[in-house]
């Protein structure tokens, strides 16, 4: 069988480290899950969600020409429409956090204002220093 991009299989977790998983896939080749692809949240220890031994669906997310395989398990899970992250209105754009988790209004305020802040420094130590250079004249 060959491993298509796109494609959703089933395979067996064979090792797993800090950065991911390694899957055996159908035909005996292997594929590595990446750490940020076993969950749609921040996962911070790996074995919180697969063993060695499992059976899990993952997706072919790309086949490299060396061989490598790159795998995904939270995005081989069908989800309903509804359950899924929600973009942008529009559908273009998107304000720049892809692989993020979304933010809260509040957390959004918040970083913005506290990049409003340095740059209001930023300008303002710019604009003190060509004041302030040539000493004061009368």
């Known amino acids: 069988m060959s491993i298509e991009q796109g494609s959703k299989v089933q395979g067996k977790v064979t090792g797993i480290t800090n950065f991911g998983a390694f899957v055996e896939l159908p035909g005996g080749k292997t594929g590595l899950v990446h750490i940020s692809e076993v969950a749609d949240k921040y996962v911070e220890n790996i074995n919180d969600y697969v063993s060695v031994g499992d059976e ?15 795998l995904s398990i939270r995005k081989a899970v069908d989800r309903p429409k509804e359950d899924r992250p929600k973009g942008g209105k529009g559908g273009k754009g998107g304000g720049g956090n892809k692989g993020q988790r979304s933010l809260s209004f509040e957390e959004k305020m918040n970083q913005f204002m506290k990049d409003s802040e340095e740059r209001l420094s930023s300008l303002r130590k710019q604009t003190d220093s060509k004041r302030g250079g040539g000493g004061s004249r009368k």
């Open 56 to 70: 899990v669906t993952v997706k072919v997310m790309k086949v490299e020409d060396d061989g490598k395989i790159s």
